[in-house]
């Protein structure tokens, strides 16, 4: 793999068009935009706001599973997350900052217990080294 | 003339070096003024945009674009759709591309004859919001190639223009040209999650070359062309097909050939949409194991090492494509530079020059387009964040603070966060 950019970027997306198939109202944000607030919130002022980046981006293509969340980093397993609501916010945020201290995204494991492991919706590993 | 000059920003001009501060003025629909210390230009503009030390840089460009994808599952909703409704998110999905900082657009089909010339003409009178575009007529492909869904005992209703031979193909091309195509595409190659496969190459040498006749026939049209194998690719270089899509399996000797020639050929992978389709479209069915069975990692794989390849080699390779699918749906344009750094080793100033500079350049307006410089056209955001720093920075549309167009806002700031908008009295 190349070298990566240094430091290390970590990224916590979170899908701001969930619910896509909802109804609501024209200024009434998404449960997806809320999730991303709530998050955005416990990350604040705390050590994890200088190592993490919380990005609000249009879909994280789990759209009947509503809502969705990734962590992501180079070189890291990215993981993405479905049928997340505000009260896993938390344990994502705790998630995060194994994810954080793993050396290749390996906090499978640490799901379980925080209830997060069966809302995993997908494992992507990082691209293989180059010759 | 209304000026706007945009002061206390980070200048990333898109030539290879790095941001720098200064002050850039906008006079009409161009860039009249680059400075480098503040105070050098005139205040005296109409509008004043005080970047608070936002990035301003040069909008960015897909090279593969779907106005008329509508982000549906499979092939056949967009043959389907009745061309009322189909216009309708044709225009809504060209105005996304702009709100998410894309300036130059390059058609890689339409899926009727006419959606994407309409949608490029009502956005040239500025009815309807959307980049500078290069429109295109549907796919042209053979019969069995790639589009052709037509049950044999059903009309057709498929999304291509299926032809048999040279006087179907030259009949074809002289049909979209009339209704005033900039691009002609053809399906050279075929595609894993179809009967015809990526490595197929079914269209015949006379029915390419005389597309290509026909087309460059009309001054300005261009000719680009679906072709992952590595046969496909090669016509491509044969016939003079400018923009080559996908090139997953280009062997040697088609690298080769286009190192030679790489002042002629746009390379375009379209990345997203094999990327995803393994590793995000089990919700529709495809899981990693069905993608495998499909072929597609083993695509990614060549994909991954073919443009790593024509990196080293000089070869242009843009960013975009295929966005409009369900698993890779419109609005997330942006992850494409994402993958240029991640997956195929790019620095991020490359991916960023490959989404402007080289955007400027398949637009056609290489000394017009791309570049934060005197006289360019006046098309630029404003980013809240150094992308050379963070890529996905592109992938927020909340980070975008400001959207500039021919000189005119399609976004504006909302101060006040780190900015402010003054207008001279």
Redesign the interface.
Known sequence: M?AP?VPV?H?L?VCR?CHRYAARGADEPTPGERLADRLEALIAGTGLAERL?L???????????PCNVSLSA?GKTRL?FNGVGLEQAEPLVLLARRYLDSTRGEVGGDAGPLGLEARI??A?PP??A?N | MPTTLFTNVQILDSTGEKPYAGEVLVQGNRIAEVARQAGTISHEAHRIVDGGGATLMSGLCDAHTHFSWINQAGLDPIGLMPVEEHILEAADNARTYLDCGYTMCVGAAAAKPRLDVVVRDYINKGRIAGPRYLANGPEIATIGGLGDLNPSHVGAYTFVEVVNGPYEMRACVRRLLKEGVDLIKLNLSGEEITKCKAEDTPMAEDEIAEAVREAHRKKGVRICAHARSAESVKLCVKYGIEIIYHASFADEEALDLLEANKDKHFVAPGLAWVYQTCYAAADWGITEEVARNMGYFRELEAAIETMKAMRRRGIRVLPGGDYGFAWTPHGTYAKDLEYFVELLGFTPMEAIQSATLLGGEIMGRPGELGLVRNGYLADLILLDGDPLQDITLFQDRSRILAIMKDGSFHKEMTPPVRAQVSVAA
């Open positions: 190349d950019p970027r990224i997306a068009t980046t990005r609000r981006v249009e879909c994280l293509s789990g759209c009947r599973y180079f993405r919706a997908s992507v691209p293989a180059t």
